[in-house]
């Protein structure tokens, strides 16, 4: 039979980044970048950036006629800046900057330094039209890309028509975005269904309610579709969503807001992402208490060990773990003449692989081969990485946690962003993957709409199929079977 995890024990302090990241003394001063060079000469020829002025870092990303930041650094600085500066108030202080330095609001311009120049700022902004296309879906953000191009254009056509289409390509990605926010809410509403009481079906003859594998019999299938469930969930979500997720306010601005209000805070793709993994688990767990017979359940068990095996074998180890966490719940756990009667060899050594011990050091290992075997493939199948994805977020939650954001002296703690950056990136590189399998209608509409129970839908089920051990769950039974079925 197998263990529930302890939820108190499932997560320590992550491992990956030094818990020393803020190590600078009080009071100490940075070292000035010097003129001609920037975050390129910082992060690749000399010593990386630990700790800056946020002045000093918003300076680093402005392109000039000679300099252009390195691509690490525009994304680390674009995706952790909003924890201090709002998108649009840093767009217009890189635009304000540029004006100064390249001397944009005198007549006539130097045509040759804006040549030189022009090509580099129309970069740095098609970057972050590409990276954080949400952040443009504030108009104040649009004007200001118009407008320095608009300052720039009369050097050289060209500039227009580069602008056309970078604001082309971002309207296609906003609608799209839309377009995939719309579909995860239908979604949502669609598999909010919870049906507590198809536990009175279980003691009917015919099947009233479709099961599982009555959908789908094979695991690889399943596996191949609840892969693709996973890569549509991954693929619109953002990298500004893990840093607006923990977004506070602070300290050192003088306005009582936070930089993002309740409206702006966006997570919405990535809390939708985390309820389909709950669906997932009730699913499964459902599954497994609603037929009547134990020869019956003890299948459904064994099916679904087969679908986690395929899952690992594929590199989703999202839908993975939601399934064994589904087995593991206390109502399924706690049917033992239907484990009895299972073949759970496979599942156990499935279970070692997702052990939290060590923080769960075991997968994070098969993490790293998955990573490997992505960056060697040479078909989308070997580059799947659906990684456990509560425990990316965990980490997340504990290198902002453990590490501030600024230092004693005010600096930003650049060195902890580098980081967030990092895990973010690759998280990205993953997500972009186009799932190589092809897609079944009916099975994805079975796992987004099928009807699931409730934690007491699933006790009660439980204990229908396999009656209370002690005077505990014999009260427990009684009351559910008053509550939700009516009896008594």
Aim: net charge negative; hydrophobic share 40%.
């Amino acid at each position: 039979m197998p263990q529930t995890a302890c939820s108190g024990t499932m997560f320590t302090t992550p491992t990956g980044f030094s818990p020393h990241l803020a190590c600078a003394e009080p009071g100490e001063e940075e070292e000035p970048v010097q003129e001609g060079q920037g975050p390129v000469a910082c992060l690749a020829d000399g010593p990386p950036i630990t700790s800056a002025s946020l002045e000093t870092l918003i300076q680093n990303l402005v392109p000039t006629a000679d300099y252009y930041p390195e691509k690490a650094y525009v994304f680390t600085f674009l995706l952790s800046a909003r924890l201090f500066i709002p998108p649009p108030e840093l767009l217009a202080r890189v635009c304000e900057l540029c004006i100064k330095q390249q001397q944009l609001d005198q007549s006539p311009l130097d045509t040759a330094k804006v040549r030189k120049f022009g090509p580099k700022i129309l970069q740095l902004l098609t970057e972050w039209t590409e990276t954080f296309p949400s952040d443009f879906r504030d108009e104040k953000m649009v004007g200001l890309l118009k407008d320095i191009i608009h300052r720039i254009a009369a050097c050289d056509e060209a500039y227009w028509k580069t602008l056309n289409q970078v604001l082309q390509k971002l309207s296609q990605r906003l609608a799209l975005m839309s377009q995939g926010e719309e579909s995860i809410v239908r979604v949502s509403l669609n598999a909010s269904s919870i049906s507590d009481k198809l536990v009175a079906f279980k003691t009917k003859p015919p099947p009233i309610q479709k099961d599982m594998l009555s959908i789908c019999n094979d695991p690889y299938t399943l596996a191949q579709q609840l892969t693709h469930v996973e890569l549509e969930h991954l693929s619109h979500i953002g990298p500004e969503e893990f840093v607006q997720a923990f977004v506070q306010k602070d300290p050192l601005d003088g306005t009582q807001q936070p930089c993002f209000s309740d409206q702006k805070k966006k997570t919405t793709n990535l809390e939708a992402y985390v309820r389909w993994f709950n669906r997932l688990c009730y699913l499964v767990a459902t599954e497994i208490c609603m037929p009547a017979k134990k020869k019956q359940r003890a299948q459904v068990i064994e099916f679904f060990i087969d679908v986690a095996r395929e899952c690992f074998n594929i590199g989703n180890f999202n839908s993975l773990m939601a399934i064994i966490s589904g087995m593991n719940m206390s109502p399924v756990s706690r049917l033992k003449k239907t484990w009895g009667k299972a073949k759970t060899a496979k599942f156990f050594i499935l279970e070692h692989q997702m052990d939290p011990t060590g923080n769960f050091y075991n997968y994070r290992t098969a993490l790293r081969g998955a990573a490997h075997r992505s960056q060697t493939a040479n078909s989308n199948r070997e580059r799947i990485v659906i990684p456990f994805f509560s425990l990316l977020i965990k980490d997340i939650y504990f290198l902002n946690e453990g590490c501030a954001n600024r230092l004693p002296n005010g600096h930003v703690n650049f060195e902890k962003f580098v980081e967030l950056a990092r895990q973010v990136g690759e998280f990205m590189t993953w997500k972009q993957v186009e799932c190589p399998f092809e897609e079944d209608q009916a099975i994805l509409h079975y796992l987004h709409t099928a009807p699931i129970f409730s934690e007491d839908g699933l006790y009660l089920a439980s204990y229908e199929s396999e009656s209370p051990e002690n005077q505990v769950e014999k009260d427990r039974w009684k009351a559910l079977r008053s509550n939700v079925l009516g009896k008594t």
